[in-house]
């Protein structure tokens, strides 16, 4: 039997719920293929009393002989052999196996892809409100698991249900796809040693997705496994695309739509640009469509430093989805290797640049750990200067003038010298961490095969971010310039000068260990 690999988190909360005197409703929910059946099937093992899986597109008779064909392959078969004819009747038949078993050890019910289940007139939800409102909450043997791929439909009729699901889950966990460290250790654990800098390059063309990264094979370095994988018309990823966005929502080819305009721009897109952009509609129809991304992980959202909720950043982050986009869906017909040339080219070093800078922003835990931070609260964001003051700069100079001029009486020439200068250069940080300690991490990314050297050019650049940053913001916290980069800094006097924290990749496959990511209601 395949070993459970990290998850700490989320065994930690199953843990709880084996170990506690009562009975619990855990919602279970996250993308397509990342492992969520394969959790709870690892974890309960003998003690998982029934383990049904909703069929896609069956209609409510073929669901009701599936869950009675399951009920009576169940421990024991200590069922009648009957086929329900609705879902109160299922419910009813599965109290009557449950009240059979002995009342020894912590039984779990396992009910996935819920979605397909609860269908239009099914009847599914309200007979499973009933069932866990007026007996199974009395239980406390008993756990109930309910488990769906669509996260948006598991967040709106499950976790946030207005019926008699609501606020009765006890426990919730969102699984998300691995991260580099358990990456690593998956592939490990199948006799697939890469090392850290090729492990990263599988990850940033398909994530960190238990069910693509089986797909690697021995003996093959990254390259040749992402050339097989997703370039070869066989590739499990040649054509995942469509099919991944069709499995988890309706009308996908509004998602789609989005995903392909966030795809064009690593700085991500507000709402209105997106509504610009897209063929999307327009209204509450495009939050909620970009909320459901969100759910789901493709799309991070964050709002930039100093801004407000209304400039809202959406970005593309899930790492498949940008490399289909980017890569596959304009390569794959151009025959074999075309990954081994591509990666010689700019566009591959651009590219990979900023992917790159898309796995950081997944790992800011990591990140803080290695910063000596992780205990300090913090505020993430990316910021953004565009070239010319801003009429709010230009009022806060004025008023430091008058000020300065107020304290000692200056000429008129004199006090216009002694005002800061208007800023009329341009700045972007992808990552900044504000401090309550009174400092800020300005983050810098980047990708490459060797020591990273900072030369004259760079090092002026650098200098310009720090300067407009600290102008523009009018911050008097302590800044800190941060590099990020797989091999480290090679020493030379604009390091030293500059850089304040280097991480390499080393700390980012570090793994976190038990850190609570969960909600207990």
Same mark, same amino acid.
């Given at each position: 039997?395949?070993?459970?690999?990290?998850?700490?988190?989320?065994?930690?909360?199953?843990?709880?719920?084996?170990?506690?005197?009562?009975?619990?409703?855990?919602?279970?929910?996250?993308?397509?293929?990342?492992?969520?059946?394969?959790?709870?099937?690892?974890?309960?093992?003998?003690?998982?009393?029934?383990?049904?899986?909703?069929?896609?597109?069956?209609?409510?008779?073929?669901?009701?002989?599936?869950?009675?064909?399951?009920?009576?392959?169940?421990?024991?078969?200590?069922?009648?052999?009957?086929?329900?004819?609705?879902?109160?009747?299922?419910?009813?038949?599965?109290?009557?196996?449950?009240?059979?078993?002995?009342?020894?050890?912590?039984?779990?019910?396992?009910?996935?892809?819920?979605?397909?289940?609860?269908?239009?007139?099914?009847?599914?939800?309200?007979?499973?409100?009933?069932?866990?409102?007026?007996?199974?909450?009395?239980?406390?043997?008993?756990?109930?698991?309910?488990?769906?791929?669509?996260?948006?439909?598991?967040?709106?009729?499950?976790v946030h249900h207005r019926g008699g699901l609501h606020n009765r889950l006890t426990k919730r966990i969102r699984l998300e796809p691995f991260t580099l460290g358990e990456t690593l250790a998956f592939l490990k654990s199948r006799g697939i040693d890469l090392g850290q800098r090729q492990t990263l390059e599988l990850y940033l063309a398909m994530g960190g997705v238990p069910h693509y990264l089986k797909e690697v094979e021995p003996g093959r370095s990254a390259t040749q496994n992402i050339d097989r994988i997703c370039f070869s018309p066989s590739g499990l990823l040649w054509d995942e695309f469509d099919q991944l966005?069709?499995?988890?929502?309706?009308?996908?080819?509004?998602?789609?739509?989005?995903?392909?305009?966030?795809?064009?721009?690593?700085?991500?897109?507000? +709402?209105?640009?997106? $509504?610009? #952009?897209?063929?999307?509609?327009?209204? !509450?129809?495009?939050? =909620? *469509? @970009?909320?459901?991304?969100?759910?789901?992980?493709?799309?991070?959202?964050?709002?930039?430093?100093?801004?407000?909720?209304?400039?809202?950043?959406?970005?593309?982050?899930?790492?498949?989805?940008?490399?289909?986009?980017?890569?596959?869906?304009?390569?794959?017909?151009?025959?074999?290797?075309?990954?081994?040339?591509?990666?010689?080219?700019?566009?591959?070093?651009?590219?990979?640049?900023?992917?790159?800078?898309?796995?950081?922003?997944?790992?800011?835990?990591?990140?803080?750990?290695?910063?000596?931070?992780?205990?300090?609260?913090?505020?993430?964001?990316?910021?953004?200067?565009?070239?010319?003051?801003?009429?709010?700069?230009?009022?806060?100079?004025?008023?430091?003038?008058?000020?300065?001029?107020?304290?000692?009486?200056?000429?008129? +020439?004199?006090?216009? $010298?002694? #005002?800061?200068?208007?800023?009329?250069? !341009?700045?972007?940080? =992808? *990552? @900044?961490?504000?401090?309550?300690?009174?400092?800020?991490?300005?983050?810098?990314?980047?990708?490459?095969?060797?020591?990273?050297?900072?030369?004259?050019?760079?090092?002026?650049?650098?200098?310009?971010?720090?300067?407009?940053?600290?102008?523009?913001?009018?911050?008097?916290?302590?800044?800190?310039?941060?590099?990020?980069?797989?091999?480290?800094?090679?020493?030379?006097?604009?390091?030293?000068?500059?850089?304040?924290?280097?991480?390499?990749?080393?700390?980012?496959?570090?793994?976190?260990?038990?850190?609570?990511?969960?909600?207990?209601?």
């Amino acid at each position: 039997m395949s070993e459970l690999i990290g998850r700490e988190a989320e065994q930690d909360i199953l843990r709880r719920v084996q170990q506690s005197r009562q009975a619990e409703l855990i919602g279970l929910y996250g993308r397509r293929r990342v492992g969520k059946t394969f959790l709870v099937r690892q974890f309960f093992g003998e003690q998982l009393c029934l383990d049904y899986t909703g069929a896609c597109d069956a209609t409510v008779s073929e669901q009701l002989a599936n869950f009675g064909k399951a009920l009576r392959g169940a421990k024991n078969n200590r069922i009648r052999d009957t086929t329900p004819e609705s879902w109160p009747e299922a419910f009813g038949q599965l109290q009557e196996y449950l009240d059979s078993l002995p009342r020894t050890k912590k039984w779990a019910v396992f009910l996935d892809e819920l979605p397909w289940l609860a269908t239009q007139k099914s009847g599914f939800l309200p007979a499973l409100d009933h069932f866990w409102n007026s007996w199974a909450v009395k239980q406390p043997h008993l756990a109930v698991v309910v488990c769906g791929s669509a996260a948006s439909w598991m967040i709106r009729h499950v976790v946030h249900h207005r019926g008699g699901l609501h606020n009765r889950l006890t426990k919730r966990i969102r699984l998300e796809p691995f991260t580099l460290g358990e990456t690593l250790a998956f592939l490990k654990s199948r006799g697939i040693d890469l090392g850290q800098r090729q492990t990263l390059e599988l990850y940033l063309a398909m994530g960190g997705v238990p069910h693509y990264l089986k797909e690697v094979e021995p003996g093959r370095s990254a390259t040749q496994n992402i050339d097989r994988i997703c370039f070869s018309p066989s590739g499990l990823l040649w054509d995942e695309f469509d099919q991944l966005y069709a499995s988890l929502f309706d009308h996908a080819d509004r998602h789609i739509n989005v995903v392909r305009q966030l795809a064009t721009t690593w700085r991500g897109m507000t +709402r209105s640009e997106v $509504l610009l #952009a897209a063929d999307v509609g327009s209204g !509450g129809g495009v939050s =909620d *469509l @970009l909320d459901e991304l969100v759910e789901s992980g493709f799309v991070m959202r964050s709002i930039p430093f100093g801004k407000s909720k209304k400039d809202t950043l959406f970005r593309l982050v899930d790492e498949y989805s940008s490399f289909y986009l980017n890569w596959i869906e304009k390569h794959r017909s151009r025959g074999p290797d075309v990954w081994m040339k591509k990666q010689t080219s700019p566009a591959y070093r651009t590219w990979a640049g900023y992917a790159f800078e898309g796995v950081c922003l997944k790992h800011l835990k990591q990140l803080k750990r290695a910063l000596g931070i992780a205990g300090v609260e913090t505020t993430e964001a990316s910021w953004l200067h565009r070239p010319g003051a801003t009429a709010a700069v230009l009022k806060r100079k004025a008023a430091a003038a008058k000020r300065a001029a107020a304290r000692k009486p200056l000429t008129q +020439r004199a006090v216009k $010298l002694a #005002a800061p200068q208007p800023v009329d250069e !341009g700045a972007q940080i =992808d *990552l @900044l961490i504000d401090r309550k300690d009174q400092c800020i991490n300005l983050c810098e990314m980047k990708l490459c095969e060797s020591e990273f050297v900072i030369d004259k050019a760079y090092a002026a650049d650098l200098r310009r971010k720090r300067e407009v940053f600290r102008q523009v913001t009018g911050t008097r916290k302590a800044i800190f310039m941060t590099l990020v980069t797989p091999f480290g800094v090679k020493p030379n006097e604009y390091s030293h000068e500059l850089i304040a924290n280097t991480i390499t990749l080393e700390p980012l496959f570090k793994p976190l260990g038990t850190i609570t990511t969960f909600a207990d209601r």
